[in-house]
């Protein structure tokens, strides 16, 4: 069984500009939640997409927005990047808000220079 | 604020001892908490995980100790291999549901010395 997949592993772009981030759960897992590591911190969580629905979302600027596709992948968009979004960004995949069960990806370390 | 904390950034445990990593939390609703491993450039692993109805849970090597009078648990690893070096992440969620997300300590990296 595939895991939860991660695209792109590395990006790297200006201040300023927009990032766009990919995330596939894991088959049959309706649920898909982002989190932020940036350093020395532990994992923030950003947002939660369940069923095509954005559900909930933690302590970030509106600049951070995503959608969930009919297949249930995801993606993450960062817009007017800042140097502070620098970090490695984790997905997750569920069934609903099951925590039992919660995957996650490898990341994408996201450097913003 | 941090909700889950883990006060000890690294740990260094002899090959065959006992690891004990430590997590303290401050919200009193949350009632599941998770251990998570990490490796560089992997994302982080499940490894076990308690409700709060439970004051212990074992998988193999691994058990996990909740005092939830004192808002603490503890992740036991014996005996500690070499492969167990990672940083360790406790995690705690309400509800058993994730809706809220998980709210992670900042980890603690254990390192297992031959």
């Known amino acids: 069984e595939a895991g939860v997949t991660q695209s792109p592993t590395h990006l790297i772009k200006t201040r300023g500009q927009q990032a766009t981030l990919r995330c596939s759960p894991i088959?049959?897992?309706?649920?898909v939640y982002w989190y932020q590591q940036a350093l020395g911190l532990g994992l923030q969580f950003l947002l939660w997409?369940?069923?095509?629905?954005?559900?909930n979302r933690g302590n970030f600027p509106p600049r951070f927005s995503g959608r969930q596709f009919p297949n249930y992948s995801s993606e993450l968009n960062v817009n007017a990047l800042e140097l502070e979004d620098s970090a490695l960004y984790l997905c997750?995949?569920?069934?609903?808000?099951?925590?039992?069960?919660?995957?996650f990806g490898s990341g994408t370390r996201l450097t913003v220079v | 604020d941090q909700q889950v904390k883990q006060n000890s950034p690294s740990l260094s445990v002899q090959e065959g001892r006992i690891s004990i990593l430590n997590c303290d939390y401050t919200?009193?609703?949350?009632?599941?908490f998770l251990w998570y491993k990490k490796y560089p450039a992997e994302g982080p692993t499940f490894l076990i995980s308690?409700?709060?109805?439970?004051d212990k849970n074992e998988d193999g090597r691994f058990t996990v100790f909740l005092n939830k009078s004192a808002k603490h648990l503890s992740l036991h690893i014996v005996p500690s291999q070499p492969g167990d070096s990672a940083v360790y992440f406790c995690?705690?969620?309400?509800?058993?549901?994730?809706?809220?997300?998980?709210?992670f300590g900042k980890g603690t990296h254990l390192i297992i010395q031959p």
């Open positions: 997409y369940d069923e095509g629905e954005e559900r």
């Open positions: 919200n009193s609703m949350f009632d599941y």
């Open positions: 308690i409700s709060s109805i439970k």
């Open positions: 088959s049959g897992h309706t649920s």
């Open positions: 995690a705690a969620s309400m509800t058993g549901g994730g809706a809220d997300g998980l709210t």
């Open positions: 997750a995949s569920s069934y609903r808000d099951r925590v039992y069960g919660y995957t």
